[in-house]
């Protein structure tokens, strides 16, 4: 069974990554994610200052999945530069990626080419973190300003660039602006804005009051995302949002994901969840008579 992509560019021998936040900076957890059989390692979104993050509590589990609200608590750009030598070993021939936040388009420059500098292979635009705030929410459900950033960092750089999105009524509008802006792939989707109160205080739970939401819950609106956006843009896209298995990773495939990044379910189970994805997508494969992961690829469009 052939399982090699080429999503933006980008090759990776199986269509799997993680999805952005959910892998700490080490090199033994990227060995840990190549072993179980990622095609690619996605880094935790870095900003160009060190961030602490939002107040605790910043993650529960919620029916259905993760409401999280970390705040991009990150190292800064600086440190994180000086670490991808070091991750990039540990990765061998698979390919990392970079993920990067700003508060100003100038920011996100910044921080693209200092990631660049320490050797990613490929960075994706966090336009969408839905608990950053004054930068990728707003950034995010503006199609002209999402233009703005992709365009800017994407004249800049030479990895390819990955515009990753969140949920709103313009996701389409700048899905296409970020194409336009020079981005080679798009990732749909990011968490959803959500709250929990708890009841005994009543009061949020989370420290910061408003989180994201992942997991199993946002899947339909993940395959509803990447299929609307496959369907006008024909694009290369990470399919984000509620991979637990084999059947709703091929399932954001058919609607015209190349690849999957799986987040919530790996915070669950660790990385054997990406092997056991793996396994039963390649025996589904099978039994269905490809030969080839990529001749699923937007296949729920065919008329
Ligand atoms: C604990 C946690 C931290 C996250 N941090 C980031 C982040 O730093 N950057 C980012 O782009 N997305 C971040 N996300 C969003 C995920 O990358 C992903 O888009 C989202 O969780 C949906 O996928 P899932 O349903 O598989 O969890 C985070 C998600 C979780 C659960």
């Avoid at 021998?13 to 959910?22: E, K, L, Y």
């Avoid at 292979?121 to 300003?145: I, R, T, W, Y």
């Avoid at 939401?213 to 694009?235: C, F, M, N, Q, W």
């Avoid at 987040?263 to 589904?284: H, N, P, Q």
Wanted: net charge neutral.
């Amino acid at each position: 069974m052939r399982t090699e992509v080429n999503v933006g560019g980008l090759v990776l021998r199986t269509p799997i990554t993680n999805a952005s936040g959910v892998l700490e900076w080490s090199p033994e957890a990227i060995v840990r994610m190549v072993e179980a059989g990622a095609g690619g390692v996605v880094l935790k979104t870095t900003t160009k200052e060190y961030r602490a993050g939002y107040a605790q509590p910043r993650v529960v589990k919620v029916p259905g999945g993760w409401l999280v609200a970390v705040g991009l608590a990150n190292p800064g750009a600086d440190r994180v530069r000086s670490m991808i030598p070091e991750l990039k070993k540990a990765a061998g021939r698979v390919p990392v990626i970079g993920s990067v936040a700003g508060t100003s388009v100038q920011e996100f420059v910044e921080v693209a080419g200092m990631l660049e500098e320490g050797g990613v292979d490929a960075l994706e635009l966090n336009l969408s973190c839905p608990h950053f705030k004054g930068g990728g929410l707003e950034m995010g459900q503006d199609p002209a300003v999402s233009y703005e950033v992709v365009k800017n960092v994407a004249s800049v750089v030479k990895v390819p660039v990955i515009a990753k999105l969140g949920l709103s009524d313009k996701v389409l509008e700048v899905a296409v602006k970020s194409l336009e802006g020079g981005a080679r792939a798009l990732a749909l989707i990011n968490t959803i804005r959500s709250m929990k109160i708890d009841v005994y205080r009543k009061k949020p739970l989370l420290g910061n009051k408003h989180g994201g939401l992942g997991g199993e819950s946002i899947h339909p609106i993940a395959v509803r995302v990447i299929y609307d956006v496959y369907k006008e843009t024909k694009a290369d896209i990470f399919g984000v949002g509620g991979v637990k298995d084999w059947e709703t990773a091929v399932e954001l495939m058919l609607a015209g994901a190349k690849a999957v990044q799986i987040g919530s379910a790996l915070m669950d189970r660790g990385e054997t969840v990406i092997t056991e994805v793996l396994r039963g997508m390649e025996k589904f494969l099978w039994a269905e008579g490809f030969e080839d992961v990529r001749e699923i690829v937007g296949l729920a469009h065919r008329e």
